[in-house]
């Protein structure tokens, strides 16, 4: 199976899904348009993601993902754990 990915590798130029930043920032817009979004932004749907991730991985990882150098962004933007979540975190961890 993953011999079948070896093509693959050599494909790659950096664009996970094939569209380079003008065809992806042009889709977007008409995308936008088309749901009478006027207020959304491409970087909306990043924090969006970064916020989620932020709730799975730690800090280093999620600094891994998304490229960003300075860790205090991280963690003042997409860290915002809720009490609850903490204490479930340390209730898991002593059980």
């Keep these: 199976m993953l011999k079948q ?4 590798k050599k494909e790659f130029d950096g664009n996970v899904f094939g569209v380079d930043a003008q065809s992806r920032d ?16 491409f970087h909306d ?6 916020t989620r ?3 799975i991985f730690n800090v280093m990882e999620l600094a891994k993902i ?10 003042a933007v997409y860290y915002a754990p809720h009490a609850a979540d903490l204490a479930d975190k340390l209730h898991q961890a002593s059980t």
């Design 5 to 8: 990915l070896d093509p693959l």
């Design 26 to 41: 042009a889709l977007f817009r008409k995308a936008k348009t088309a749901a009478a979004l006027r207020d959304l932004h």
């Design 45 to 50: 749907a990043r924090r969006e993601a970064l």
């Design 53 to 55: 991730l932020s709730k």
């Design 66 to 75: 998304s490229g960003h150098r300075d860790l205090r962004i991280l963690q």
